[in-house]
């Protein structure tokens, strides 16, 4: 794997934000450093790094709603860093879409070692196209979904769906295994990879995105258990 990834460092203190830095570029990290999220979009939009260290208390739009924002478009790696350490704040970082979480005060070398673990899975996505779902097939209809795997291209009702490679994963899993219900280690296990260690309500927050994007895609809770995609019209893989 080339350690020549470039990672942004987002918060707003300076100190913080330096430390992090060196230690990043002593294991020959490229490095951005900004001290808003607003400066961070901007990044976002011209030259998108290949992870984010990101705070979550920012002056004028915080961590959240940045990671949300970055999450309809991307599943490039993020790490949220917080002074706050309640579970309601972990839980409502990792249903955002964030990786991984660590609270204030940190060690440097512990966030660098987390950096390389999400840029080891990172690489690992990238160069499988569909990791642990194996075949092409040409086409996967279910009743008004229609994938290409090959393109990975979806369409509802006729109409294209812009969907980040995680959301497509996940699609495709349902999609191959109607009415089978999951639970949210499979498709952890399916989507995230074996060595994903962050909450399984990452599989939830997945699951919304997908629904607001499609608004009648028919993928029901299932109590205790995790999620299954009724098949209502009928469905072939080709």
């Known amino acids: 794997m080339n350690n020549q990834y470039v990672i942004a460092v987002v918060d707003d203190d300076s100190n913080i934000r330096n430390l992090v830095e060196a230690y990043l570029q002593k294991e020959n990290y490229r490095t951005v450093g900004l001290s808003s999220a607003e400066e961070a979009w901007n990044l976002w939009r011209d030259h998108p790094p290949d992870l984010w260290v ?26 949220m860093i917080s002074a706050r350490d309640s579970e309601v704040d972990k839980i409502l970082g990792l249903e955002l879409g964030s990786d991984d979480y660590l609270v204030k005060p940190f060690s440097p070398r512990e966030l660098v070692a987390r950096v390389k673990r999400q840029l080891q899975r990172w690489y690992k996505l990238n160069q499988s196209e569909e990791p642990a779902i194996p075949s092409q097939p040409i086409q996967i209809v279910l009743g008004r979904l ?66 607001k994007k499609i608004g009648d895609l028919p993928i029901e809770a299932i109590w205790g258990h995790g999620y299954r995609m009724r098949n209502d019209g009928g469905g072939k893989v080709e």
């Open 54 to 79: 990101l705070d979550i208390m920012l002056p004028g739009m915080d961590g959240y709603e940045f990671c949300r924002r970055i999450r309809n478009e991307a599943e490039v790696p993020i790490i």
């Open 146 to 211: 229609l994938l290409l795997p090959e393109e990975r291209r979806a369409f509802w009702d006729g109409e294209e769906v812009d969907l980040t490679s995680k959301e497509f994963v996940m699609l495709r899993v349902f999609a191959e295994n109607p009415n089978r219900a999951f639970t949210r280690d499979e498709l952890l296990a399916y989507v995230w990879g074996d060595d994903y260690f962050g909450s399984d309500r990452a599989v939830d927050h997945l699951i919304k995105r997908v629904r």
